[in-house]
């Protein structure tokens, strides 16, 4: 038979590919599910038996959360990297990861086809086809809800009538839960005029009492909460876990598709939220401006080809080059305060801090200079707007 790889999620998509291409077109279907966050083991053991219900040959789970997080996430958190100002890319960048993984299983067990359930009008489909075809040019790449642009009630159709009658009533909100944050999808994304209600999002509001929090980040990456040292993916779920509570990290997010339509999509991501401006906060301490300058300039660049699914371009490494390089004296406390439906950044402690007293406070005394110097270095700063103005006579 032919062996086949489907990236699998126990969705209609997936199950309508798993049933059909076993049955209809003759493959040995091996159906795959990467975890970077958001599945627990009895939901993996659930995937696992509807996909062998379905005509699946094999399942298999590939955990990947600290693949995710030494690959994508790490360089995020030091590119600062939000999507227009606001969305931490995370769904975006758990696909590239699950893609990657697919693409090695298949090799592993000498699949000559990939199969997914993307349809042809969304951003998935780009993300895992130019994985596939960079990394297996000779693997074929089979899609079927997109070749036969199929709806949601003819794949339901055609599953009862062979004998599949899962509850495949569409969820009012489609949620997507990884290690880097939540999206929430629902008939208010669809327009632009509406939000969504509170019942939407799978955390809901059970702390109301402040709550002070200490980020320890070393070299960039965060070490310890409160004072307790643990590995970055643990401390990322355990301060979801503590932020989840007071409901922070909601918004919605409007962007551009890779294919060229506009979009929104609700999310929740209150560590990312939290870690990205605590770092930030870090940073604006310890980095000089034209450090800063460069990161937020390679920072966005990277969010955006991370985004389009351009992970694989060597471009991105030699940016990850630069990001790492960077981090050196990103080391220190940054304190947080919890508040229901928001966070305040309140200070950090750090031995790199470049605000040291001894060269002068600002606005307040000068302690490196002396005033002639000041004035010197001001009319010198001023020449060249001064010839220019001199030159032309414009003042508007």
């Known amino acids: 038979m032919k062996k086949l790889v489907l990236a699998y999620s126990g969705g209609l998509d997936t199950s309508y590919c798993a049933k059909f291409l076993s049955q209809e077109e003759g493959f040995e279907v091996h159906a795959v599910s990467v975890n970077t966050g958001g599945f627990s083991a009895a939901e993996i053991n659930s995937i696992k038996d509807k996909a062998i219900a379905l005509g699946a040959s094999s399942y298999t789970s590939i955990d990947a959360i600290k693949t995710f997080y030494d690959k994508v996430v790490k360089y995020l958190i030091f590119g600062n990297v939000l999507r227009n100002n606001t969305y931490p890319l995370s769904v975006s960048a758990e696909r590239i990861v699950q893609a990657i993984e697919i693409v090695n299983h298949a090799k592993k067990i000498g699949a000559k086809f990939i199969a997914h359930g993307s349809t042809g009008a969304g951003n998935d489909q780009v993300r895992f086809d130019m994985i596939f075809q960079i990394l297996a040019p000779n693997i074929e790449i089979i899609t079927p809800i997109r070749d036969n642009k199929l709806s949601r009630e003819a794949e339901i159709a055609y599953l009862q009538k062979n004998g599949v009658d899962y509850p495949w009533q569409k969820a009012k909100y489609s949620i997507n839960k990884g290690l880097w944050g939540t999206s929430v999808g629902g008939e208010e994304t669809l327009t632009s005029g509406k939000t969504l209600p509170e019942s939407a999002y799978p955390s809901q509001l059970e702390e109301s009492t402040p709550?002070?929090?200490?980020?320890?980040?070393?070299n960039g990456e965060l070490v310890a909460l409160n004072g307790k040292k643990s590995n970055p993916v643990d401390n990322i779920e355990q301060l979801n876990s503590l932020a989840s509570k007071y409901a922070i990290g909601r918004d919605i997010h409007v962007g551009d598709t890779i294919i060229g339509i506009k979009g929104r999509v609700g999310f929740e991501a209150?560590?990312?939220?939290?870690?990205?401006?605590?770092?930030?906060l870090l940073e604006k301490h310890t980095l000089s401006k034209w450090q800063q300058y460069q990161k937020e300039q390679l920072g966005n660049?990277?969010?955006?080809?991370?985004?389009?699914?351009?992970y694989l371009d060597e471009v991105m490494r030699n940016i990850e080059a630069f990001l790492r390089d960077t981090q050196k004296n990103v080391t220190g406390d940054v304190f947080v305060t919890l508040h229901p439906y928001r966070f305040e950044l309140t200070g950090i402690d750090s031995k790199h801090d470049l605000m040291n007293a001894s060269f002068g406070s600002y606005g307040e005394m000068n302690k490196g200079w002396t005033a002639n110097e000041a004035k010197g270095f001001i009319k010198l700063s001023s020449n060249a707007s001064k010839i220019s103005n001199f030159v032309n006579q414009t003042h508007d």
Not at 270 to 280: D, E, G, M, T
Request: proline residues 3%; aromatic residues 10%.
């Open 211 to 218: 709550k002070e929090l200490t980020l320890t980040f070393k």
């Open 270 to 280: 209150s560590a990312p939220l939290i870690i990205i401006k605590a770092h930030h």
């Open 301 to 310: 660049f990277y969010g955006m080809l991370l985004h389009e699914g351009n």
